[in-house]
């Protein structure tokens, strides 16, 4: 059974800290691996897509890496704001499975 | 990156009856997907649905409960029918475009069965 865990579950920092949320996965037949964030009670905005060839991605202070050998993910957030807080999924995309396959999420707070 | 636009964004339905959830995209797809995410919980896909052909339903998901039109390329609905409380949940519709298969999420639709 394919499986997607998040740690931690909850994560709570104050504004302008460097924080790292990590994702791990079961599967060894990946095709990519994407990170979303999901504000409450909304749906799901890409951030991030590391294909299964790939180390890292990087889109202005978000750099996502990934590790297909060891079944990890890693989500860097710099300089963290308040805007920042939401909920951060990460999903694959399993070759076995041919859909996506999420965590249950880490809900950030941003304290001003 | 494709645009979605999901209707209605929430709404509070008696017990008993139907809703019906629009999507719509602004250029044309293959395949569109539509999840479920309960209170606390991540999401499940429940079916695939492609432009021409009956959507293909995950385990535990059938089509009286969940039946899907998808018309055209860039239009789809989901409909829940005969809600009880326990499909009180986010509903959200999907996309991927491109050979890397990134996907795309609309705003979802919130619903709540009393």
């Known amino acids: 059974k394919q499986e997607v865990t998040q740690i931690p579950a909850a994560l709570s920092v104050p504004e302008g800290e460097n924080l790292v949320l990590n994702c791990s996965f079961t599967?060894?037949?990946?095709?990519?691996l994407q990170w979303f964030r999901q504000d409450p009670g909304k749906g799901l905005t890409s951030l991030l897509l590391?294909?299964?060839?790939?180390r890292e991605q990087t889109s202005g202070r978000l750099n996502a890496s990934l590790d297909k050998s060891s079944g990890r993910s890693t989500l860097y957030i710099a300089a963290s704001q308040p805007g920042d807080s939401a909920t951060y999924l990460c999903?694959?995309?399993?070759?076995?499975?041919?859909?996506?396959?999420f965590g249950t999420g880490t809900l950030l707070a941003v304290q001003p | 990156s494709a645009v979605i636009s999901q209707k209605p964004s929430r709404d509070i339905c008696q017990r008993g009856t139907s809703l019906t959830i629009q999507c719509q995209v602004d250029?044309?797809?293959?395949?569109m997907f539509w999840y479920r995410q309960q209170p606390g919980q991540s999401l499940t896909l429940i079916a695939t649905?492609?432009?021409?052909?009956?959507?293909?339903?995950e385990s535990g998901f059938v089509i009286d409960k969940f039946p899907i039109s998808r018309p055209n390329l860039t239009f789809s609905t989901l409909t829940v029918s005969n809600m009880s409380p326990e499909d009180s949940s986010i509903y959200l519709c999907?996309?991927?475009?491109?050979?890397?298969?990134?996907?795309?999420f609309g705003q979802g639709t919130r619903l709540t069965v009393v």
């Open positions: 649905a492609n432009q021409g052909s009956e959507a293909t339903y």
């Open positions: 999907s996309v991927e475009e491109g050979g890397n298969t990134e996907a795309f």
């Open positions: 599967d060894s037949a990946i095709y990519n």
């Open positions: 250029s044309q797809v293959t395949m």
């Open positions: 590391i294909q299964s060839s790939q």
């Open positions: 999903a694959y995309y399993g070759g076995a499975t041919n859909k996506l396959i």
